[in-house]
């Protein structure tokens, strides 16, 4: 969130899927490249790469003629902010592309402590308990637990619905 700029009001009306329109009218043949170009931008202007990401939505906006465009192209960036994963899902990159910014949107909701060094002569905890694995099958979504060990990277199989699937590596933990 951030309250300097008015991101959300202005991102509410402002939508890639003008920009996904244009590029597919004019570069049938080669839209995924810029779809996907247009995407990693937004990527790393999520995750912070602010220049080197609009650096490639530059690239994307070259490919239109400056007419007619311009206007649009600077109210698209000024919605950028906050608006990153919305825009990539408009533009209608590939979807591994579109995976990465949805985990990198969760990373960043996730809450974050920063780690300060030790007092000195404080006593330490060096080991911090949960109290059990749950997650929910990708499927029916009923609850699953009773693993012992860390089960990401590993399959599983769910009890209801007897369907299988992979518990991504990469799964967020949540402290409850
Ligand atoms: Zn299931």
Not at 53 to 67: C, E, H, M, N
Not at 83 to 88: C, G, I
Request: aromatic content about 8%.
């Amino acid at each position: 969130m951030n309250a300097t700029t008015s991101p959300a009001a202005a991102g509410a009306e402002t939508s890639a899927g003008r920009l996904q329109r244009e590029i597919m009218t004019r570069y049938p043949d080669n839209f995924m490249l810029y779809a996907d170009l247009f995407a990693m931008g937004c990527l790393l202007h999520l995750q912070g790469q602010h220049k080197a990401g609009l650096k490639l939505i530059d690239q994307v906006r070259r490919a239109l003629p400056a007419t007619g465009h311009k206007t649009y192209f600077v109210d698209l960036l000024e919605a950028l902010p906050g608006n990153e994963l919305r825009f990539a899902g408009e533009i209608q990159a590939h979807a591994e592309v579109n995976d990465l910014l949805e985990l990198a949107q969760r990373q960043q909701a996730a809450p974050r402590y920063t780690a300060r060094p030790a007092q000195a002569g404080l006593a330490k905890v060096t080991e911090v308990r949960t109290r059990g694995v749950q997650f929910n099958c990708p499927h029916c979504s009923t609850r699953i637990d009773g693993w012992q060990a860390d089960p990401r990277g590993r399959d599983d199989k769910c009890d209801r619905c007897h369907q299988q699937f992979y518990i991504a590596p990469d799964a967020t933990v949540i402290f409850d």
